[in-house]
């Protein structure tokens, strides 16, 4: 397997794709493309580096990715300016089925199960990587984005593929502002989509989950009101008043998304020391108009689902983010594999300028792939998607490191 990685970061995008690709083929002795992951940052023109990107491979090889606020490759992490990047796939033993369906907005279960249909033909399918769009209506000065939701379409996906293939993915955002955001379909850019590529053959996929968040002080609350991915009560109270007794102040109710604070379900025994890989964090994304409640990024809550306030803890996400990584490919070297390629879709939420912290979280994956001397491409997400305890899931305020391994 041949992996060449370019990257890239100025306004003229068309010239941009076409310096990026380059990079690439030449990087990794690249002379038969097979499918390309490619992000950049929504400050560019996508068409005009998605033509660039073609300029050089041709109009045949499938380009699968899109918006992403930041870029992370081996020798560079960045999310400042106009960041864009590509990694070049050529394999004689790994093979991919290419799939892309629109009007994510209408029925996001509509749509999973539409890709899962085109897809469901490789009965041998080892891992599905998808891509979708976050935004369904951007944010406005006063009120919170609207978000499609990853928990019904991976239901959708599921439901049609009823195999154990795990999904591995992300929820595409350009920028902080979470305005709208495009896919890089195979063929074509879209919007309001949702791509995936099903691969099968000669490799074993394997990946860690980056944790990062601390219970604020380990009480339940339970949800007494809820509708779809909004909150209005815990326990019986609204919950913009907890969040401002919690705050001490109100600055919180202008944030989109909020800074810090995150809602965390527990997955394991109730009030037993807590493990951080048995949490399903959710980012807020910002208080409603009218103050009588806020958004949260997936509507996979419910009344009577008991949660906690979760605070942001940067040092466990540098530990984890090192750990995790260090551990993953210790696992495949004492294995007797070979780590052919890494991918690590990151929250943009856990970028040192975000949280005003020094170090930036995945220059510690990084180093680990430096070390080991393997190829790394990676992106700034709003959503990630991967299984966790035993269930595909979108994920908020998490790295997801995808490491494909010789078999």
């Not at 310096?19 to 083929?25: P, T």
């Not at 300029?55 to 992490?77: Q, R």
């Not at 209408?106 to 749509?111: E, T, V």
């Not at 399903?280 to 009218?290: F, Q």
Request: with cysteine; hydrophobic share 40%; charged share 25%.
């Amino acid at each position: 397997m041949k992996v060449g990685i370019g990257y890239g970061n100025e306004k003229d995008a068309l010239s941009l794709g076409n310096k990026i690709a380059a990079r690439a083929i030449e990087k990794g002795n690249i002379d038969r493309p097979d499918c390309i992951f490619a992000f950049c940052n929504g400050r560019l023109d996508y068409d005009e580096f998605f033509g660039g990107l073609q300029s050089v491979v041709g109009n045949e090889v499938p380009i699968i990715g899109g918006s992403a606020i930041g870029i992370i490759t081996n020798d560079y992490l960045s999310y400042e300016g106009y960041p864009a990047g590509a990694a070049i796939l050529q394999s004689d033993t790994i093979k991919h089925t290419v799939a892309a369906v629109d009007d994510l907005d209408k029925d996001a279960k509509l749509a999973g199960k539409k890709l899962a249909e085109k897809l469901s033909h490789e009965r041998e399918g080892k891992l599905l990587l998808m891509f979708y769009d976050s935004i369904k209506i951007p944010a406005s000065d006063n009120q919170p984005p609207v978000l499609n939701a990853s928990s019904p379409l991976i239901k959708g996906i599921e439901q049609e593929l009823q195999s154990n293939v795990p999904i591995i993915g992300a929820g595409l955002v350009g920028d902080y502002a979470l305005t709208s955001t495009n896919q890089f379909c195979g063929s074509y850019v879209s919007n309001q989509s949702v791509v995936g590529i099903m691969v099968t053959g000669d490799f074993k996929p394997l990946f860690r989950i980056m944790h990062g968040c601390t219970p604020l002080d380990g009480v339940y609350h339970r949800i007494t009101k809820i509708e779809g991915s909004v909150i209005y009560e815990l326990d019986g109270k609204p919950i913009v008043e907890m969040i401002d007794e919690l705050y001490g102040n109100q600055d919180w109710r202008h944030q989109h998304p909020v800074d810090l604070l995150t809602i965390g379900r527990y997955h394991g025994k109730k009030f037993e020391e807590p493990k951080e890989a048995k949490y399903v964090n959710r980012l807020i994304t910002g208080m409603l108009p009218n103050g009588e409640g806020i958004g949260i990024f997936e509507p996979d809550f419910e009344e009577g689902t008991e949660i906690q306030f979760m605070l942001r803890d940067t040092a466990k996400m540098l530990e984890s983010a090192k750990r995790n990584s260090a551990e993953l490919m210790e696992q495949i070297k004492a294995d007797g594999r070979k780590a052919l390629f890494g991918l690590y879709i990151d929250c943009a939420g856990r970028a040192a300028s975000y949280l005003n912290a020094k170090i930036e979280e995945a220059s510690e994956v990084q180093k680990v792939f430096n070390r080991y001397n393997t190829p790394l491409f990676g992106f700034y997400s709003g959503v990630e998607v991967a299984p966790l305890l035993q269930k595909s899931r979108g994920l908020d305020w998490t790295g997801v490191l995808l490491v494909l391994a010789e078999q």
